[in-house]
């Protein structure tokens, strides 16, 4: 089943056409990689698919239903979660703080209720400890290294149980161990049915964790398919190599 | 630390309630209340300002919208002096809060830079109201207060006082309510990253409107205190654009986003204001004054002052248990770890 699919998407900035008619789709249950030289769409195409940017053309659906330029909250609240390339976290909140800003509520009841209800604490506590940041939960997040600040942001949206999660360079100024911890982790997180579309320059980090990676280039897909396939590819070689 | 916490503010509180008792003079209990009433403002403005990281320099519009609600509920329904205006002060807060909804749509379209100048424009444009819009406000005259005839002499000052103090807890409580529930954590979220904030299901647009009505009803409920204890209204004092850089300042000083930065910096900086004000006679060298303490505040305390003592607090007990940090850091793997010192702000600090 199609999750996540976008239909023929176009994005232009001034003169530079980002998305180019693009078209993806993401497999429920899947992790799926996404590759491309700098420069190819990835992060717009991110952009769109969380609201983030509108589209000047094209759709973008969500277990069916239409998400074309919904706003960011509600693409969230739909279960469509994402990191970004430069790390971002709430750098003078707490470290658990920052665990408890993606289990919003609407309206009123924000109002109402305490930013940690005990089940929504013993969550954020248990995914703290699953990222390995649990002694540090009441330092400012500021205090963290790149590392952790990585880490915490991927914790952070687990909060609200999304459905498909989009990382943006994942593994992006990491160091090689931790690379391999997340790894760990985002299949851990899979095999519980959560969906990734991974964005990501590392190919051994892409092509080892994905089942199946998409290449974009100039902003369309020029490749789909297994890991071995797309290696392949003699249309992927060009737009890497530029030949 | 955690007695401190609980036994600070009730000494504060019983403090507050003793000292007109203490000090019976008209001269003290006047700064008094004028002192309670900046705490006032200052934490409404923190409510809004403090927690969204949004800087509104206009809501000295909201002051003066409350100082006019209750002159004119006053003059068309005949109140006379004595408690009565009292009950009133709500509805001009209400007042405040119905006129910021349109003016807080417009200005929360813009952020940072361009949000502080658009409300400062704003709040120009509300005291031109003020002067022109004759009909009801009656210009340049002004307009006067129902005079509470019966309070007399040295008591005069109380009923403002204990009224402005129920009115100071109030905002205060609402302040700590907010800041402990879910919708604070959004304003606080919105003041450090707003965008991620809203890729995180906040919803940010109602969440910091919401926040600047709140702060509006509130500064309108000073503003109609104020202008009941001095008895009448002028639009040049009523939209006072002193107002907005003096609580601004009051809670830089104290802490700008903590509950009790604002009070704090009000108690500091409202008398000794008063105190040169009286020292002076009135020609303005109060102002240079308050210019260079705003410069010594950025130079010497950005922060403000409690989150500085906060830090040099938590700093002293990671000293103190330095051995455990050690462990951590031990089994926490590489990395930059944190410590309880301050960090100054690194860019891409790179992961060794």
């Keep these: 089943m199609k999750l996540l699919e976008v239909a023929n998407v176009f994005k232009s900035f001034g003169g530079v056409r980002a998305l180019d008619g693009c078209s993806i789709d993401v497999e429920s249950g899947s992790i799926t990689g996404l590759i491309g030289p700098n420069g190819s769409g990835k992060t717009t195409l991110f952009n769109v698919i969380t609201g983030y940017e509108t589209v000047d053309q094209g759709e973008i659906r969500f277990e069916g239903r239409s998400i074309t330029d919904s706003p960011p909250d509600r693409v969230f609240r739909l279960g469509v979660a994402r990191t970004f390339q430069l790390t971002r976290i709430f750098p003078r909140l707490t470290v658990l703080e920052n665990m408890h800003v993606a289990a919003q509520r609407e309206g009123l009841q924000a109002l109402l209720a305490r930013w940690s209800s005990s089940h929504e604490q013993q969550r954020a506590l248990e995914l703290l400890e699953f990222v390995g940041l649990i002694d540090l939960k009441d330092l400012p997040a500021g205090n963290l290294s790149y590392g952790q600040k990585k880490l915490l942001e991927f914790a952070c949206i687990l909060v609200a149980d999304p459905k498909v999660i989009l990382l943006d360079e994942p593994a992006g100024g990491v160091n090689p161990t931790r690379i391999n911890e997340l790894s760990k982790r985002i299949r851990s997180l899979n095999k519980s049915g959560v969906t990734f579309l991974v964005v990501e320059h590392n190919m051994e980090f892409v092509m080892g964790l994905c089942d199946r990676v998409m290449v974009m280039h100039r902003g369309v897909k020029i490749a789909d398919g297994t890991p071995a396939q797309v290696r392949k590819n003699p249309d992927v070689l060009e737009a890497y190599l530029g030949a | ?352």
């Excluded at chain 2, 400062?120 to 031109?128: D, E, N, T």
């Excluded at chain 2, 009505?213 to 204890?229: L, T």
């Excluded at chain 2, 303490?293 to 010497?300: K, R, T």
Aim: proline share 6%; charged share 10%; aromatic share 12%.
């Design chain 2, 1 to 352: 630390m955690r007695t401190l916490r609980i036994a600070g503010p009730i000494a504060l509180l019983l403090v507050l309630a003793a000292f007109p008792q203490v000090f019976r003079s008209p001269e003290i209990t006047g700064i008094a209340v004028l002192t309670l009433l900046y705490a006032t403002a200052a934490t409404s403005w923190n409510i809004f300002s403090g927690y969204t990281g949004y800087i509104a320099l206009g809501h000295a519009a909201f002051f003066g919208v409350g100082s006019y609600a209750i002159a004119i509920m006053c003059s068309d329904w005949h109140v006379p002096g004595g408690y009565l205006p009292f009950l009133l002060l709500p509805l001009a807060g209400l007042a405040a809060a119905v006129v910021s909804v349109p003016l807080g749509w417009i200005s929360l379209r813009t952020r940072r830079h361009t949000f502080i100048v658009i409300t400062i424009a704003i709040f120009f444009i509300m005291q031109l109201l003020a002067f022109n819009l004759r009909g009801i406000t009656h210009g340049s005259a002004g307009m006067e207060l129902p005079i509470p005839a019966a309070w007399g002499g040295a008591f005069f000052n109380i009923p403002f006082y204990y009224a402005t103090l129920a009115m100071l807890l109030t905002a205060l409580a609402v302040s700590w309510w907010i800041r402990n529930s879910k919708y604070g954590l959004g304003l606080l979220a919105i003041r450090d990253d707003e965008d991620r904030a809203l890729g995180l299901g906040v919803d940010t647009g109602p969440a910091k409107l919401a926040a600047f009505v709140i702060s509006a009803f509130f500064v309108g409920m000073v503003g109609a205190m104020h202008a009941y204890f001095l008895e009448s209204i002028f639009p040049a004092f009523a939209f006072d654009p002193l107002f907005d850089v003096a609580i601004a300042l009051m809670s830089f000083l104290g802490g700008l986003g903590t509950l009790a930065g604002p009070i704090l910096g009000a108690l500091i900086l409202e008398p000794t204001q008063q105190f040169f004000t009286l020292q002076f006679s009135q020609n303005g060298v109060y102002l240079i004054i308050y210019g260079l303490l705003f410069l010594v505040i950025i130079l010497l305390l950005p922060e403000g002052i409690l989150p500085t003592l906060r830090r040099t607090w938590s700093r002293d007990r990671a000293s103190r248990s330095a051995a455990p940090v050690e462990a951590l850091e031990a089994n926490g793997g590489g990395g930059a770890k944190p410590r309880g010192a301050p960090r100054k702000k690194k860019k891409g600090m790179a992961q060794p």
